[in-house]
């Protein structure tokens, strides 16, 4: 079975542009998660959808945007850059029910604004 | 709202020798689920292994095991026979039992370095 895969790997923008970075989960999986992780802040978590709808957003700007399609590949969307948005941008899958509901994490999309 | 801590940015350990890492975590549920996860220099996230909070016996996979302290909310990581593979940053992560939802909250990670 094929891993949980985002596109692009590496990303260069400058201050006040747009980017959409996307995520396709493991074949089955119907849960994607997002993750920013920098050197100040670690690991936070920025949303979940799970077939197609926003089940839990965390404690980021309206700029930071998220979209779940129906073959479960989602993409989230970060407008009007800046440059504390640096970042590694993990995606998570996982089955988004049953007892363990295991995540399962991408390499992740290295995201720089100059 | 929950919270993890990892107290210990940095360790070290000889190959073969075992190291233990910390991790303790603030929450007012009962119920919840308990990971660790290691992040190599090439940044895929990987499951080392996991605890459900009801389950009192320690969870293990292979030469890593858990010291769950429910009472003390102290979850910390041991690895045996360490090896060069096994350097990489270490995460631990809360996640509550909810409704379905996945998300996961992470404690500011330990570096592990392993030396020969």
């Known amino acids: 079975k094929a891993g949980v895969t985002q596109t692009p790997r590496y990303l260069i923008k400058t201050r006040g542009q747009q980017v959409t970075l996307s995520c396709s989960p493991i074949?089955?999986?119907?849960?994607v998660s997002w993750y920013q992780q920098t050197p100040g802040q670690g690991l936070q978590f920025l949303f979940e959808?799970?077939?197609?709808?926003?089940?839990n957003k965390g404690n980021f700007p309206g700029r930071f945007s998220g979209r779940q399609f129906s073959n479960s590949r989602s993409e989230m969307n970060v407008s009007t850059l800046e440059l504390g948005d640096s970042a590694l941008y993990l995606c998570a899958s996982s089955t988004g029910q049953g007892f363990y509901n295991e995540q399962f994490f991408g390499p992740g999309t290295r995201l720089t604004v100059l | 709202a929950q919270t993890v801590t990892q107290s210990q940015p940095e360790m070290s350990v000889q190959e073969a020798e075992t190291v233990t890492l910390s991790c303790t975590y603030d929450?007012?549920?009962?119920?919840?689920?308990l990971f660790w996860y290691k992040q190599p220099p090439s940044r895929q996230m990987i499951l080392v292994i996991r605890?459900?909070?009801?389950?009192?016996q320690n969870a293990t996979e292979n030469r890593f095991s858990v010291n769950f302290q429910k009472a003390a909310k102290s979850f910390s990581l041991k690895i045996s026979d360490s090896q060069l593979g096994d350097a990489a940053m270490y995460f631990c992560a809360y996640r509550s039992p909810t409704g379905t939802a996945s998300k996961l909250t992470f404690g500011t990670g330990t570096r592990l370095q392993v030396t020969l």
């Open positions: 929450t007012s549920e009962s119920d919840y689920y």
């Open positions: 959808y799970f077939s197609e709808t926003q089940r």
């Open positions: 605890q459900e909070a009801y389950k009192q």
């Open positions: 074949s089955g999986h119907r849960s």
